[in-house]
């Protein structure tokens, strides 16, 4: 079955500290790539996708994602934290047919000023 | 100001009462979907639909119905068959060009079922 893996549940980390949260996805092919962030309180919302090309994807507030086809990796990454980062965050892939979405289970982040 | 509207926010029913869920989108996309948030499981997709009048079972749609009679709205039914229902549901929607699905889908804010 198809599958998308997320290796940290809770991640812990100091303003300004690095940032980087794995992401597995399980079947090979041409594959649409999302991450997704939570606020608290808020709707989920886009922070940046893979479709084709560069590899190395930027989205809003500072994070990007690097896409490793031989790794069947898509991990996110911010080079400083910030407070208003605290979030929980899901990686998505589209399902082979293009129809929906597979999420992973989401990591919380939480980021102490 | 386009979006996702779900109705109401916060929901409580009785054990073995049907209830219905409100998503409107104004977005003009033609798929919508549902999801069920449960803490550390993600989201889970329940149904969706990609064209009026037509809709597909997802990966948990035991006890849970819909219906897609205009393409801005995909109520969800969730029936007294559903043994666990207490959960956060979040509808979404999506456009399709031609045969193509973009799959960036953007999401409502969510209805919180409780079960009393």
């Known amino acids: 079955a198809q599958s998308v893996s997320q290796h940290n549940h809770h991640v812990i980390l100091s303003e300004a500290a690095s940032l980087e949260l794995g992401c597995n996805y399980s079947?090979?092919?041409?594959?649409?790539l999302f991450w997704y962030v939570q606020y608290p309180g808020q709707h989920l919302q886009l922070l940046l996708k893979?479709?084709?090309?560069?590899?190395l994807v930027k989205g809003i507030k500072g994070f990007e994602a690097e896409f490793i086809k031989s790794k069947f990796s898509f991990n996110l990454r911010k080079p400083s934290v910030q407070w208003s980062d605290t979030a929980e965050y899901f990686c998505?892939?589209?399902?082979?047919?293009?129809?929906?979405?597979?999420f992973g289970k989401g990591t919380t982040l939480s980021v102490s000023s | 100001d386009g979006g996702i509207t779900q109705s109401p926010k916060y929901l409580f029913r009785k054990e073995g009462q049907n209830v219905t869920l409100s998503c409107e989108q104004n977005?003009?996309?033609?798929?919508m979907y549902w999801y069920r948030q449960d803490p550390g499981q993600g989201l889970r997709l329940i149904y969706y639909?990609?064209?009026?009048?037509?809709?597909q079972k997802g990966d948990i749609a035991e006890g849970y119905s819909v219906s897609r009679e205009k393409k801005e709205s995909f109520p969800l039914t969730v029936t007294s068959a559903q043994k666990n229902p207490t959960a956060f549901y979040l509808c979404a929607s999506s456009s399709i060009a031609g045969d193509v699905t973009y799959n960036e889908q953007f999401f409502g804010p969510g209805t919180r079922l409780t079960v009393l």
């Open positions: 079947y090979g092919g041409t594959v649409n």
């Open positions: 998505a892939a589209a399902n082979q047919a293009g129809t929906a979405l597979i």
């Open positions: 893979y479709f084709s090309g560069d590899p």
């Open positions: 977005l003009n996309h033609d798929a």
């Open positions: 639909s990609q064209i009026v009048n037509d809709f």
